[in-house]
């Protein structure tokens, strides 16, 4: 698949508030979605939305970064950059899933966690480092796909399974390429130059071995995306599905043994 846009370009359209959204994700791929919330620690964060849903005609579970659409949708969920809560109820959601033997699948797009005071104090670094943890231990399949921004732990966070996507148009990076620019350079003007740098684009991940590959994507017919999806996820749930724990588990550390 060749992308003509240059990794800037490629910035900006995974920031486009044009992009498919996690609500029409889940409505279109997945039948009877019941959502779950709270992470059974005292707090429910909306930044995250997850649950049970069947998948041509399979159980498992749908875990989801979600910005949101109205202006006080995407305050309330801090534009996508989940808190500990959320992190928390993907942990919380993902051991149910291996307890009932359900597949896991995560949808990210998230410039990274919060970085608010109060997600400090809640203990941020904590529960993004529990998730990498537990989810790279996980006895079930997981596949993840990054449909918008990939940022940060934020992002690992959520896809630190046996396959990982990218849609076309989406990034995957350990920062901003602002905030990138504004480190090295000390000139946040120069992010388009640091887009380029830093390889946070879809073809660029393919060809470091980062990512099992990238999806075509139209921002005009969003039918036509999730169904893209749709032939990715149910092949690799029927090739996943098959593999016992012992040798999921192998195959996913060496998987991130090569980075």
């Known amino acids: 698949m060749v992308n003509s846009k240059t990794p800037a370009q490629v910035v900006a359209a995974a920031r486009s508030q044009a992009k498919i959204t996690t609500p029409e994700l889940i409505e279109h791929l997945f039948d009877d979605f019941f959502e779950l919330h709270g992470d059974r620690q005292g707090a429910d964060d909306p930044a995250i939305v997850g649950g049970l849903a069947r998948f041509c005609g399979h159980p498992l579970t749908v875990v989801a970064t979600d910005k949101g659409k109205t202006p006080k949708q995407r305050v309330a969920k801090h534009f996508g950059s989940p ?36 997600a400090e104090e809640q203990g941020q670094g904590e529960a993004i480092a529990r998730c990498l943890l537990e989810l790279g231990c996980l006895k079930v399949p997981m596949i993840t796909f990054i449909f918008g921004e990939g940022g940060s732990g934020g992002a690992l966070a959520m896809a630190c399974g046996d396959r990982v996507y990218m849609l076309e148009d989406s990034m995957y990076s350990v920062l901003s390429p602002e905030g990138f620019a504004s480190i090295l350079w000390k000139d946040s003007q120069r992010a388009d130059e640091a ?3 830093m390889q946070l684009t879809p073809s660029a991940l393919l060809e470091h071995g980062a990512i099992e590959g990238v999806i075509a994507e139209d921002e005009n017919d969003h039918l036509a995306t999730v169904e893209a999806i749709r032939i990715v996820l149910k092949r690799d749930l029927e090739l996943l599905t098959k593999k016992d724990p012992t040798a999921l588990l192998a195959e996913r550390y060496e998987r991130f043994r090569k980075f």
């Open 83 to 118: 808190e500990p809560a959320g992190y928390r109820k993907l942990l919380r959601l993902a051991k149910q899933a291996e307890k009932f033997g359900r597949p896991l699948v995560t949808f990210v797009n998230t410039a990274g966690a919060y970085p608010g005071r109060s």
């Open 195 to 197: 887009a380029k740098v």
